[in-house]
């Protein structure tokens, strides 16, 4: 906002002290309420007096320090004398992660760099094992199953969770996929309310891992995502087990040098335990978002939630499609905190430079089992 210059020059003493007791105001007024809007982080440039011009072929979000600083490109940013990282998200036909260290050598001469392909990093891959089983033992001791084609149909929708996450962050990392397919073991269920006064049924992790170590290095991997039937996919009179879950997931230790994400889906009642690929994003979510904070990536998190996957509606994000954005723009480290005027999340650098299988095992508190049930 521009004060405006008052040309007519006054005579009378008297009111031209008025008058410039009224300027100081406004302009006092005018400063406090441009303040007020200034994002209190201090990775976020100054966009006066620019000295940095930033361009791309391509354009793309900028970010700075591996934060998020509402700029695309082109972008002309104000930065300090010092040395930074510079990266760009870009979609489209030139879609990729770029990355460029600069340095500031003064705070008035103006600098121009460009991005070009020369600049794309090199995704990071991230390793899974999928493990799927086709039968199950029913409480009452007949047999659950499901048919191959349940499988593949539940492992294509897998597929399509994994690649929205690649595309949300600007392809810093890339999934392989290893398979493991019980077709003959059945899945170990157990009761795990305490002391077995209600119906809580899920997969017993401490079976399924102890049977997947004697052909798999955890530490080789960064989540681990079982699929079992809770119901079989045929008409049958044996009963299946009554879930109140879609899915439930958490990052473990177990025993090792690192962490891994666990997480489980199972088949229920022809729904193959999910709607649509936002519902394993969500589980994969609860595997990641305790610890990139421990890297110093703060993400959003609603106080009255438990964490950040359960926490979209605090920041705005409501429905389906909603729930959907909300993962996207935490992926992308762009959720706006309204009451502290900064932008949260992961952002593509932190899923650039961190694994899950980065992170030492001794850093979560204690050895945690299925913390979220959704």
């Known amino acids: 906002m521009k004060l405006i210059k008052i040309k007519k020059q006054m005579n009378d003493p008297k009111m ?116 799927t089983y086709s039968k199950t033992r029913a409480k009452d001791g007949c047999q659950i199953s499901v048919s191959q084609n349940s499988i593949d149909i539940a492992y294509n929708i897998f597929l399509d969770h994994l690649e929205k996450i690649e595309k949300d962050a600007f392809h810093a990392i890339t999934w392989e996929v290893v398979q493991k397919n019980y077709t003959t073991e059945e899945a170990p269920v157990a009761n795990e309310s305490e002391n077995n006064t209600e119906e809580e049924w899920g997969l017993d992790w401490t079976i399924s891992l102890e049977q997947l170590k004697k052909d798999f290095d955890f530490n080789d991997f960064d989540l681990i995502s079982f699929y079992w039937p809770a119901n079989s996919d045929n008409e049958t009179s044996c009963d299946g087990y009554p879930l109140n879950y879609g899915g439930i997931a958490s990052p473990i230790p177990n025993g090792m040098k690192t962490i891994v994400g666990v997480m489980e889906h199972p088949f229920i009642n022809n729904r193959y335990g999910i709607q649509h690929p936002s519902a394993y994003t969500h589980e994969w979510m609860h595997t990641i978002e ?23 509606e605090a920041f705005g994000y409501v429905s389906s499609t909603g729930v959907d954005t909300f993962y996207e723009d935490v992926f992308k480290g762009k959720v706006f905190s309204e009451e502290r005027k900064v932008y949260l999340g992961i952002g593509p650098e932190a899923l650039w430079l961190y694994q899950t299988r980065n992170f030492e095992a001794s850093l979560l508190d204690a050895e945690r089992r299925k913390v979220a049930i959704d």
């Open 290 to 312: 305790r610890l990139y904070p421990l890297k110093g990536f703060e993400l959003p998190i609603d106080p009255g939630a438990c964490c950040t996957a359960h926490s979209g």
């Open 16 to 131: 031209n002290t008025i008058m410039c007791c009224f300027l100081l105001i406004l302009l006092f007024s005018l400063v406090s309420c441009e303040n007020d809007d200034v994002t209190q982080n201090d990775t976020t440039p100054l966009e006066e007096n620019p000295n940095l011009t930033i361009r791309s072929s391509f354009g793309g979000t900028l970010y700075v320090d591996g934060k998020y600083i509402n700029k695309t490109l082109p972008a002309d940013i104000k930065l300090s004398k010092g040395t930074y990282l510079l990266s760009v998200g870009a979609e489209g036909n030139e879609a990729g992660y770029y990355r460029k260290e600069i340095t500031i050598d003064s705070d008035s001469i103006p600098q121009e760099i460009e991005f070009t392909k020369e600049d794309m990093v090199n995704p990071k891959k991230w390793k899974v094992l999928w493990v």
